[in-house]
């Protein structure tokens, strides 16, 4: 009895840790999407509505374009979104412990007060003060907090995205090298005075010198500046994996460059700051959405360019709305299907990807091992992502929490994404998750309440090589009839900024 | 030994029988040693605990002699299988005497009647110790004259204490600490059990197994505390600290620990020292007074005061004072550390059980959150925290943090800031003073002499520009007028240096800290 007790509680403790959180597969809109678009069948309206101008798609580039279209005094926009939940992939959850984003997580600060999310942020109060030159700064709760990032490697955190521990001089010196690559870029300008690389990539040149950079891949030119270094090497892996879905080798030299330089202000300048909330950019999304109306669970089969009639199907049925103007906010995949004269044309290339949100209990002890708690949280032998902490930029740092898991099917076209992904219910994704976690938190499932899991099976465009410059791209910017397009995938790489600033462009067409 | 046991008896024994009873004494000497050792360990731990080490060794001393004459008494009770009972009291006197500085440990932050616990623990122990001797002597019985008996188990007895109050300073303390002692006398008592259900085999008769069963498992759950103590304290962490460590917690938010020496006792986080009660005065009446004075001049006497981190209560002891607060709230992120303050006697005493005034309002919140979430304006805003030797303190002290103080500050309040040393950390004291008033304060850093921490300093801030006070209530043990008036004076080491403001996005303050204190360890 005496001994028997303590064994048997342990047992106990054993099975119940081995038992899997509860937690949800939550749907993304790819349901109703595929059996309501993908067939083809254009169902007979009973019904009929008028609107002034139709936004097809509640993801950024829509919202974006209904705030620009209230600003500039038009009134009778509609957005219809296909989901139940407007967004996109800048979606948001929250918990009775924290908010947390569903996909996209932050901006990078705006470099000058004339730039278009400016208006944005200052109407969400999220602008401190101008500096003198006239940059916005960001107000310090929004800045994200230092530790921003750090590594899992070799049983110990270390701070940063580089992992400087341990590095050779040549390490170091080819880390110098790429830096000074980067600043020559950031300081390049066309004889207009465009830079070679801005966000969004509407203010930037078409100079070929730079579009040139989109024929190879982006580990085709890293190999040309001899830059090797294993190091640097997986952090330009890691931020392709990160922000494209691709590794180095598949990724556009163009949209790998962009992805350093075009955040940096000029030579020797730091990184512009990262500005995020506790549930991403969909803070970003709220703010867009409060002077929107819109209509969730409408799904848009058919659009006819000549007359801006759509066809399309809400909760009782279909229905025939009749607009001034068009503005199709969806990515190409669905435009090319819906819109009448786009339909069998070519589209971008899209990336998978997993996003769960851990609701944590109880953070896991640190062990104080390294660098302490980041927003990012990367492991170094992983293919995953890492997480990131939904409560680090408020600055709760004990207790529960929600972390943030990524996972990109780099690489990966949709036949292989299926492959993988045959089978994998919510428990084989939370033991895949927790495995995850457990390389730097042996204790993670003690403390896990549960685990939502999203399947964002087009995620994003890839900037694969040759496609970030190419007249199908510029192409598909352009309207047919009344219908106007407006999505980040137009820009050939997946960001808020991106999309932001097609939704204004798609306003600035449809207000005149 | 030998020679001892081979002075021959009047009727001579067999020699396995002398073999017997010369173990039984070494029993005897074994048991003593015991039972000395948990009456010391009872009365150390109360003085620790407690404090008032005279009023704890002689309640203790006197309980424990009289539960051991309730135990010889009550011996005359037992009757029939004396080996049974011999080994029993064994295996009790194990249990209970080797569980208790564990149990003492960790009952104190929890049980708010300590003293009661301590005080069955001794009791306890007493009438067990008190059954060991007389049932012995009466195992003994037939194999001596009464005479011989007596003088040879009183001698191990006397000569087991004589060893036992050595051991105790010399060995068990220092090598082993107050939790392992007992527990290594747990196996020792738990051995003399086992070791007895051999030696006392003939007068056993039956059901030995089932006794050896039973011993040998109290030994292995002995050994096994011995082995785990690191729970409770470790060695390491007792040579970390000059004093002997009378308490430590791991909380989910940092490790405390309270120490005890000559001058009184220390409280560490992480660590590092809070406060030692020798000379925590200056600290918080510097804390307390200056900012209560300036909110005063300006406004009145503070009526709503706020206090931000200063679990310990000391700083919540000084605002106390002033009859005409009305309110004060403390937020502090560690219940453990609150409840600690609150029901530890000594840091109870030493904060006059602040926590119990009715005027007091306790959150355990993290003090940026709860400042973002929480409206509210105040007439004196004191904050205390921890160095910032870490991120998640760090933030506490950034431009957001000092915003958001300000947006708690009535328009004519007054806050202080606990910076660090200007002498020590003289980048990382102004990079406080700037970051404050970069976040629209008007600020007068000011410091004062600690003996437990050097020279130490603080900032005193409002929202409009103003002079610093000249005026403190009398009486108070170290600040008076003239001492407050030079403690706004900078010496020419302390005074300022450029530094970056302290904000979320850079933690700059951290690196500074870091970098500056390193080169004192």
Not at chain 1, 464 to 486: I, K, M, T, Y
Request: hydrophobic fraction near 45%.
């Amino acid at each position: 009895m005496l001994l028997g007790a303590p064994i048997a509680a342990q047992l106990a403790c054993r099975s119940h840790a081995r038992a899997l959180p509860p937690g949800t597969l939550l749907e993304t809109g790819m349901t109703r999407g595929h059996s309501l678009v993908r067939d083809g069948h254009v169902p007979v309206p009973q019904r009929t509505r008028q609107v002034g101008v139709a936004i097809v798609g509640g993801g950024v580039a829509g919202l974006a374009c209904a705030w620009e279209l209230k600003r500039r005094g038009v009134t009778d926009a509609v957005v219809f979104e296909l989901d139940d939940v407007h967004g996109g992939t800048a979606r948001g959850g929250a918990s009775a412990v924290t908010s947390y984003p569903w996909g996209a997580h932050y901006i990078v600060a705006p470099q000058a007060s004339g730039e278009a999310l400016v208006p944005l942020l200052a109407e969400m109060g999220a602008i401190e003060s101008y500096a003198a030159d006239g940059a916005p700064i960001i107000d310090e709760a929004l800045r994200c907090r230092e530790p921003e990032e750090r590594v899992w490697y070799l049983g110990r955190w270390w701070e940063g995205l580089y992992l400087d521990a341990g590095a050779s001089a040549d390490d170091r010196r080819q880390l110098e090298q790429f830096k000074h690559e980067i600043d020559l870029w950031s300081a390049w300008r066309d004889d207009r005075g465009r830079r070679a690389f801005a966000i969004p990539r509407s203010a930037a040149t078409d100079d070929p010198r730079v579009t040139a950079l989109d024929k190879i891949s982006f580990a085709a030119w890293l190999d040309g500046k001899r830059l090797t270094s294993p190091r640097l090497r997986w952090l330009c892996d890691y931020g392709c994996r990160d922000d494209y879905t691709l590794t180095a080798a598949t990724t556009s030299a163009w949209a790998g460059i962009f992805y350093f330089a075009a955040r940096q202000k000029g030579p020797g300048a730091p990184s512009q700051t990262v500005v995020t909330w506790p549930n991403g950019n969909a803070a970003l999304v709220a703010q867009l959405a409060k002077s929107a109306r819109i209509e969730t669970g409408v799904t848009a089969v058919s659009i006819d360019d000549a007359t801006g009639r759509i066809i399309a199907i809400d909760r009782d049925g279909p229905i025939a709305v009749d607009a001034r103007k068009v503005v199709v906010a969806t990515p190409a995949f669905v435009a090319n299907r819906v819109v009448r004269s786009r339909r069998g044309q070519p589209h971008g290339d899209y990336g998978a990807w997993v996003v769960a949100n851990v609701h944590l209990n109880e953070r896991p002890i640190e062990r104080g091992r390294g660098c302490p708690p980041a927003w990012d949280n990367v492991f170094r032998d992983s293919p995953s992502l890492g997480y990131v902490s939904a409560t680090h930029q408020r600055g709760r740092d004990r207790g529960p929490t929600v972390w943030t898991w990524y996972y990109a099917f780099a690489d990966d076209d949709a036949a292989s994404v299926r492959r993988k992904l045959a089978g994998a219910g919510h428990a084989e994704w939370a033991e895949v998750i927790l495995t995850d976690l457990e390389r730097a938190h042996p204790d993670v499932r003690d403390r896990v309440a549960s685990i939502d899991v999203a399947f964002w099976g087009h995620g994003m465009v890839r900037p694969r090589v040759g496609s970030c410059w190419s007249d199908a791209l510029a192409a598909r910017s352009q309207p047919a009839g009344n219908v106007h397009f407006a999505h980040t995938d137009l820009s050939g790489l997946a960001l808020f900024e991106e999309a932001f600033d097609h939704g204004l462009r798609a306003a600035r067409e449809v207000a005149t | 030994m030998e020679s001892l046991s081979s002075s021959p008896p009047p009727s001579p024994a067999p020699a396995a029988d002398t073999i017997r009873a010369t173990a039984l004494y070494l029993n005897v000497f074994i048991v003593a040693i015991c039972g000395l050792v948990y009456e010391l360990l009872a009365g150390t731990l109360g003085s620790y605990l407690l404090g008032d080490s005279v009023t704890q060794f002689s309640l203790v001393i006197g309980l424990y002699l009289s539960a051991m004459g309730v135990g010889a008494w009550l011996s005359r009770k037992l009757d029939g299988e004396l080996a049974r009972r011999f080994v029993e009291i064994e295996l009790a006197v194990a249990v209970v005497g080797g569980l208790s500085a564990p149990v003492l440990f960790l009952s104190f932050g929890t049980v708010v009647h300590f003293q009661v616990v301590l005080l069955a623990f001794v009791s306890a122990i007493g009438v067990l110790v008190g059954l060991e001797l007389p049932i012995l002597m009466r195992l003994l019985e037939g194999q001596l004259a009464f005479k011989d008996l007596i003088s040879r188990v009183l001698t191990f007895d006397y000569i087991g204490a004589l060893a036992a109050s050595l051991m105790f300073p010399l060995v068990l303390v220092p090598k082993l600490g107050l939790v392992r002692s007992s527990l290594a006398m747990g196996c020792a008592n738990a051995g003399v059990a086992l070791w007895g259900t051999w030696l006392l085999a003939p007068q056993l008769a039956k059901r030995v197994v089932g006794l050896r069963v039973r011993a040998a498992i109290v030994l292995i759950v002995m050994i096994a505390g011995v082995v785990t103590a690191d729970y409770f304290s470790t060695w390491a962490e007792d040579e970390m600290y000059a004093d002997p460590v009378v308490y430590t917690k791991q909380t989910p938010y940092q490790r405390i620990v309270v120490t005890r020496g000559k001058a009184g006792f220390q409280l560490f986080l992480n660590g590092n020292l809070q406060f030692s009660s020798a000379d925590e005065y200056r600290y918080h009446e510097a804390l307390v007074h200056p900012v209560m004075a300036a909110a005063t001049a300006y406004s009145g006497p503070p009526k709503q005061v706020l206090i931000l981190g200063g679990g310990d209560g000391l700083a919540l002891r000084e605002v106390l004072t002033y009859p005409t607060v009305e309110h004060v709230t403390l937020v502090d992120l560690d219940p453990a550390m609150t409840s600690l303050s609150r029901h530890f006697p000594a840091l109870a005493e030493l904060n006059h059980h602040s926590f119990d005034d009715p005027r007091v309002t306790l959150v355990n919140d993290d003090a940026m959150v709860w400042l973002d979430e929480h409206p509210g304006q105040y007439d004196a805003i004191v904050v205390d925290f921890p160095d910032p030797n870490n991120f998640a303190l760090g933030k506490l002290f950034t431009k957001l943090f000092y915003r958001r103080v300000r947006a708690h500050l009535a328009p004519a309040g007054a806050a202080v800031v606990q910076a660090t040393s200007p002498l020590f950390a003289r980048r990382s004291y102004w990079c406080i003073a700037d970051t404050m008033a970069a976040a629209g304060l008007a600020v007068h850093p000011y410091h004062v002499t600690v003996p437990s921490f050097g020279v130490w300093g603080y900032v005193l801030a409002r929202v409009q520009p103003f002079d610093p006070p000249t005026h403190v209530p009398p009486h108070l043990r170290f600040l008076n007028d003239e001492a407050l008036a030079g403690m706004f004076e900078m010496p020419a080491d302390m005074t300022h240096v450029p530094v970056e403001i302290n904000q979320l996005d850079n933690q700059a303050l951290v690196r500074y800290y870091e970098r500056e204190w390193r080169r004192w360890e």
